[in-house]
């Protein structure tokens, strides 16, 4: 099994609808984030949690929210999705100094 | 503005070829400075992290350079194979907005052709 696992792995889905993106980790570490990928442009940080109830806004958090369920499982929810959310999301954990470990990604696309 | 600029943004090469990346930041303070590899449709991942005290790190033949003073830092890599074939992501972590973060180039986009 991956150490990090999200699902589902693509989604489409239609303006103004509701989604849960889910992410899940074997690693045992307390660092979790949510990060969104375009096309010629970097990974760019949406939320982060430092243990179960931490949770912090990152640099592009409007239209998004969070939960942190357990230490291994961090959802992101778009409360009513638009098409410019079309994109490739990635959930990642950390230890505090240590490298990321990123799941294979949520291809997300807003019609 | 804490930026991180990559260069070139795609390049093709020969199978056995070497080649270089380039990447190129201004985000202070600096804590460190990653370099990764993303696979079309999977994650990135780590190949290197370097403190603003290493100059090179090695991993295969995958190797890092960073100069602190000029603000670079290269990835070489050697007798390229097909499996290279990827993006490579030049991260830099520094304090912004109150936190720790990591800051990511837009990656260069390396295609090896047979």
């Known amino acids: 099994d991956a150490d990090v696992t999200q699902t589902p792995r693509n989604r489409i889905t239609k303006t103004g609808k509701r989604i849960m993106l889910e992410c899940s980790q074997t690693k045992g570490h307390d660092r979790m984030y949510w990060y969104r990928q375009d096309p010629g442009l970097g990974l760019r940080l949406i939320y982060y949690?430092?243990?179960?109830?931490?949770?912090n806004k990152g640099e592009i958090s409007d239209g998004y929210s969070v939960s942190r369920q357990a230490q291994a499982k961090f959802s992101l929810s778009l409360e009513s999705a638009i098409p410019n959310q079309t994109a490739l999301y990635f959930c990642?954990?950390?230890?505090?100094?240590?490298?990321?470990?990123f799941g294979s990604g949520t291809r997300l696309t807003v019609v | 503005k804490n930026q991180v600029e990559q260069s070139p943004q795609s390049l093709i090469i020969l199978e056995g070829k070497n080649c270089t990346l380039q990447?190129?930041?201004?985000?202070?303070?600096?804590?460190?400075l990653r370099w990764y590899k993303q696979d079309t449709g999977r994650g990135p991942v780590s190949l290197t992290i370097m403190t603003f005290s290493e100059n090179t790190k090695s991993n295969g033949r995958y190797t890092a350079t960073l100069d602190a003073d000029t603000k670079q830092s290269s990835l070489h890599i050697t007798a390229s194979q097909l499996s290279d074939s990827a993006s490579y992501i030049c991260?830099?972590?520094?304090?912004?907005?109150?936190?720790?973060?990591?800051?990511f180039g837009a990656g260069t986009r390396l295609a090896v052709h047979p």
């Open positions: 949690s430092f243990d179960v109830k931490d949770i």
């Open positions: 991260v830099v972590r520094g304090f912004s907005g109150g936190y720790n973060k990591l800051i």
């Open positions: 990642a954990t950390s230890e505090e100094r240590g490298g990321y470990t």
């Open positions: 990447c190129n930041y201004t985000v202070s303070p600096f804590s460190n």
